[in-house]
Nanobody, 130 residues
């Protein structure tokens, strides 16, 4: 099982950008597809991006499509979330998560919750002010 640590959160103004990182420790990183979730105060966690084991397939929630980009560097056992055109609605704690998988994943966003992943990190806060 992987141990995940997120970093890169912070406070930005409307329209700004941030890049989140999530570094994994543990064996066989490429056995896992990876995802980013977020949870705003008083709301359920929301899956926003998924990337397959070798990065060939990506999924995005409608709420972030065109503004956020998920990527992974398997040599560094790290995934990234590049966030542009940030809005106050993006304010949340952001979590990365790992799910053991083989092959092309089905559509996972909105159907598989954070608790159904094999491991997740402690989260990093992103705050966007208007």
């Amino acid at each position: 099982q992987l141990t995940l640590v997120e970093s890169g959160g912070g406070s930005v103004q409307f329209g700004g950008s941030l890049r989140l990182s999530c570094t994994a420790s543990g064996p066989k990183f490429t056995s896992y597809l990876m995802g980013w979730f977020r949870q705003a105060p008083g709301q359920d966690n929301e899956g926003i991006a998924v990337i397959s084991n070798h990065g060939e397939h990506r999924q995005y929630a409608d709420s972030v499509e065109g503004r956020f980009t998920i990527a992974r560097d398997n040599d560094k056992q790290t995934i990234y979330l590049e966030m542009n055109s940030l809005k106050p609605d993006d304010t949340a704690v952001y979590y990365c998560a790992a799910k053991k998988w083989v092959g092309r994943p089905p559509w996972l966003l909105g159907t598989v919750s954070l608790s159904q992943y094999d491991s997740w990190g402690q989260g990093t806060q992103v705050t966007v002010s208007s």
